[in-house]
């Protein structure tokens, strides 16, 4: 079983959409998290939530909205997509702060 | 905020020899630093960790050293191999955050 899943695996889609990435896992971790990852390969956190409480919210344009219904799931949400949000986005949970973080094997979004 | 630094960007080793990747780091408080592989379209994956109350942490070929006062860590791999080819990344952690490193692209020439 993938520990941390993420659908979908890529997403291709045309500027000023709206569109969402969903995130779970199975580990029983109390802590996930959103990184983007550009084309120059740099890892930023984006938020994070404990406990479905947010609890890490970066310098990110509110175009981006995650949601936390319950522990083992954390999705993000991303109104009027421009070029600049093209990058590989990674969730990933931690049983808490200073834990190892596991990653999902990424979505691959591409804005036409 | 924490600012991670990773040196140097890319490194090619012939197969045997050992790769150092050094990562320096700026706010006091971090206190755990991990470092994670990442093979081309994959995901990042946890290979070492070490905690700040720890200096030298070894794994097999992996080992990670950790200087709290100079604000200092590296990764050492040693008898490279092919499969270690990659991008590793250093991290600094304060609490919940991780910071990381820009990364290292490994090659490994057989």
């Known amino acids: 079983d993938t520990a941390v899943s993420q659908t979908p695996k890529y997403l291709v889609t045309q500027m000023g959409n709206d569109k969402s990435i969903k995130c779970e896992q199975n580990?029983?971790?109390?802590?996930m998290y959103w990184y983007k990852q550009d084309s120059k390969k740099f890892l930023k956190i984006m938020f994070s939530y404990n406990n479905k409480e947010l609890i890490i919210n970066e310098t990110v344009p509110n175009r981006f909205s995650p949601k936390s219904p319950d522990k083992a799931h954390l999705n993000l949400h991303i109104n009027s997509l421009e070029l600049g949000d093209s990058a590989v986005y990674f969730c990933?949970?931690?049983?808490?702060?200073?834990?190892?973080?596991?990653f999902g094997d990424g979505t691959r979004l591409s804005i036409l | 905020g924490e600012n991670v630094e990773q040196h140097p960007s890319t490194l090619s080793v012939q197969e045997g020899d050992s790769a150092v990747i050094k990562c320096t780091y700026s706010?006091?408080?971090?206190?755990?630093f991990p470092w994670y592989k990442q093979e081309l379209g994959k995901r990042p994956q946890l290979i070492i960790d070490?905690?700040?109350?720890?200096g030298e942490k070894k794994d097999q070929r992996i080992a990670v050293t950790l200087n709290k006062t100079a604000k200092h860590f590296s990764l050492h791999i040693t008898e490279t191999q092919p499969e270690d080819s990659a991008v590793y990344f250093c991290?600094?952690?304060?609490?919940?955050?991780?910071?990381f490193g820009a990364g290292t692209t490994v090659t490994v020439r057989a």
């Open positions: 580990l029983g971790h109390d802590t």
């Open positions: 070490i905690r700040s109350n720890v």
């Open positions: 706010d006091s408080a971090s206190n755990y």
């Open positions: 990933a949970s931690s049983q808490g702060g200073d834990q190892p973080q596991h």
């Open positions: 991290a600094a952690s304060n609490d919940y955050k991780l910071s």
